[in-house]
C-alpha cells in the first residue's frame, strides 16, 4: 500500500531534549515536507526537500532541522525541543512535476513538549 | 508567494441542509487548488483538486467545488450534509507545473448536527 509513515504517533517529552520524529515513504517521490498544524493557523510548511541531500527551509524552520541521505526518509530533528513546538506534525510527499497528483499525508504526529 | 484566505473558521450546520464553505486564493501565476478533510484524530485526506479545465470539479463523499478565475475563489459546497461530515476542511493552493509548497487556508471547521 502506497503511504507515508510517521513515527511516533504521540509523543511527550521535556524541554531541551533532543527528538527525532521520522517519515519514511514507499512511493519513490522525490518531494517531501514538513508541515505543522496548530489551532487558528492551519498548517505551515517546516522544510522540504527536493530530492537526496537537497533541503531548503519553509515557512517556519526555527528550532527544526531535516536531513534527506536517502529518498524514503526525512526525519524532522529538534535538537532543543521548547514548548512552542508543542503542535501536531505531518510529513508529505509528492512526485516532482506531480503537484497535479495532490500530496500524500502521513498519520500525524502528536507532540508536547513539557 | 501565493496565499489562501478561509473567510469562516466555523460553519455550523443542520443534516441534510447545504453547505459552502469558502475559499479565496492570491498569486500572480497559475495555480493548483485543493481541498482536504481532516476527521477527528486523523491525518488529511483529498477531498478534490482543480488543475486545468472544468471549472466546476467533483470530489469524494458528494463535494464539489467551483473555481472562478475572476473572483479567485474556489468555494466548496454539498448539497446535503450528514452527520459524518463532522470534520476540519481546508483550502491548499500550490503554483501549478511543478510540485511546490502546498499552502494551506487556517481551515474550516464544519459542524453537523441533528
Known amino acids: 500500500e502506497a503511504q507515508v509513515t510517521q513515527n511516533p504517533r504521540y509523543l511527550i517529552t521535556v524541554t531541551g531534549k533532543k527528538l527525532t520524529v521520522t517519515c519514511s515513504q514507499n512511493?519513490?517521490?522525490?518531494?517531501m515536507s514538513w508541515y505543522r498544524q496548530d489551532p487558528g493557523l492551519g498548517l505551515r510548511q517546516i522544510y522540504y526537500s527536493m530530492n537526496v541531500e537537497v533541503t531548503d527551509k519553509g515557512d517556519v524552520p526555527e528550532g527544526y532541522k531535516v536531513s534527506r541521505k536517502e529518498k524514503r526518509n526525512f526525519p524532522l530533528i529538534l535538537e532543543s525541543p521548547s514548548p512552542n513546538q508543542t503542535s501536531l506534525y505531518f510529513c508529505?510527499?509528492?512526485?516532482?512535476?506531480?503537484?497535479?497528483?495532490?500530496?500524500?499525508f502521513g498519520s500525524g504526529t502528536r507532540l508536547t513538549v513539557v | 508567494a501565493q496565499s489562501v484566505t478561509q473567510l469562516d473558521s466555523q460553519v455550523p450546520v443542520f443534516e441534510e441542509a447545504p453547505v459552502e464553505l469558502r475559499c479565496n486564493y492570491s498569486s500572480s501565476v497559475s495555480v493548483y487548488l485543493f481541498w482536504y478533510v481532516q476527521y477527528p484524530n486523523q491525518g488529511l485526506q483529498l477531498l478534490l483538486k482543480?488543475?486545468?479545465?472544468?471549472?466546476l470539479v467533483k470530489g469524494i463523499n458528494g463535494f464539489e467545488a467551483e473555481f472562478n478565475k475572476s473572483q479567485t475563489s474556489f468555494h466548496l459546497r454539498k448539497p446535503s450534509v450528514h452527520i459524518s461530515d463532522t470534520a476540519e476542511y481546508f483550502c491548499a493552493v500550490t503554483l501549478s507545473g511543478t510540485a511546490s509548497k502546498l499552502t494551506f487556508g487556517t481551515g474550516t471547521r464544519l459542524q453537523v448536527t441533528l
Open positions: 508529505a510527499s509528492s512526485l516532482m512535476g506531480g503537484a497535479s497528483k495532490g500530496y500524500t
Open positions: 482543480y488543475l486545468s479545465g472544468s471549472t
Open positions: 512511493m519513490n517521490h522525490e518531494y
